[in-house]
């Protein structure tokens, strides 16, 4: 069995607890990782009636000593550390113009370089165990772009490009590198971070196309898939004989893949906005 570190693992409906509930009841030892480590209570508890083995940390991803501290302290408590799955996200809504700069910056620090940070205090044990798996939740919003989440795409599109290019660099170590991609699950994410409309200012000419998007995409996340697709397909790369680069769970991530595959991209800004409501931001403004 293999000792799996998770960051993110605060929310009952969130990935990371989700990830951390499938490792553990499979017979891995899970160290799950979050700011505020009495978050992490009802996952101790759950462990607990089920005699499972799970460990709460405190952690911070954005400070590169909670990410040392963290690995060392795992290193520390079981002597190896197998597979990392880089969870931790926030959300970013807003045309770019009008998002706030302290925004932009937190969402690419907690999204993207925190990934990149955590991943570099990894992989020296890693590489001295001749063998590991790096995970990174990225999304479909890293395959195509989401209309008033320029940010959000652009890290995840970041992700996918970090963990193609690293699978090059450290496959003849054992380590082998993969992408989770979801499309739309119903995590309660997009509207737990904190308020939308803190994200950017208002008063301008695109206060009702921000309006909108928040709109949808709260509404899309309601109607999504069940969670639990995302956290069984992260066990299934973390475990299989057959690693690959790239995963889609659930029904939606595939069928997004192979539609923006097949059209041009005017055909696909079209779709795009049609499906989100937003056709009409497409006609010149007056």
């Not at 979050?34 to 911070?60: F, I, K, N, T, Y």
């Not at 959300?91 to 700069?101: K, M, N, Q, R, W």
């Amino acid at each position: 069995m293999s000792t799996v570190m998770i960051t993110g693992c605060s929310r009952p409906t969130g990935f990371g607890q989700l990830t951390a509930k499938a490792f553990a009841a499979a017979g891995h030892t899970v160290f799950a990782t979050m700011r505020g480590a009495e978050r992490g209570q009802s996952l101790l508890d759950w462990a607990e009636r089920e005699g499972v083995d799970v460990h709460v940390l405190e952690h911070d991803v954005n400070d590169p000593t909670s990410n040392r501290d963290v690995v060392a302290e795992i290193l520390k408590r079981s002597g190896r550390l197998d597979v990392l799955v880089n969870n931790v996200g926030m959300s970013s809504f807003g045309a770019l113009e009008t998002l706030h700069d302290a925004h932009i910056r937190e969402t690419m620090e907690t999204n993207f370089f925190s990934a990149v940070d955590l991943t570099r205090a990894v992989l020296p044990e890693m590489r001295k165990q001749r063998g590991g798996r790096v995970l990174f939740v990225t999304s479909m919003a890293g395959v195509t772009g989401i209309p008033g989440e320029s940010v959000y795409c652009a890290s995840k599109f970041a992700l996918e490009g970090l963990a193609e290019s690293l699978a090059f660099e450290v496959e003849r170590f054992g380590i082998q590198v993969s992408t989770i991609r979801p499309a739309f699950f119903n995590t309660g994410m997009s509207m737990h971070n904190t308020d939308a409309s803190s994200f950017y200012a208002t008063g301008t000419e695109y206060d009702d196309f921000n309006d909108r998007v928040v709109a949808s995409t709260s509404e899309g996340e309601v109607a999504g898939e069940d969670p639990q697709l995302v956290a069984e397909t992260i066990l299934e790369a973390a475990t299989t004989s057959q690693p690959k680069l790239r995963w889609e769970p659930g029904v939606a991530a595939p069928e997004v893949k192979a539609a923006r595959a097949a059209a041009s991209d005017e055909e696909w800004r079209a779709y795009v906005m049609e499906e989100l409501g937003l056709a009409d931001w497409l006609k010149p403004a007056a």
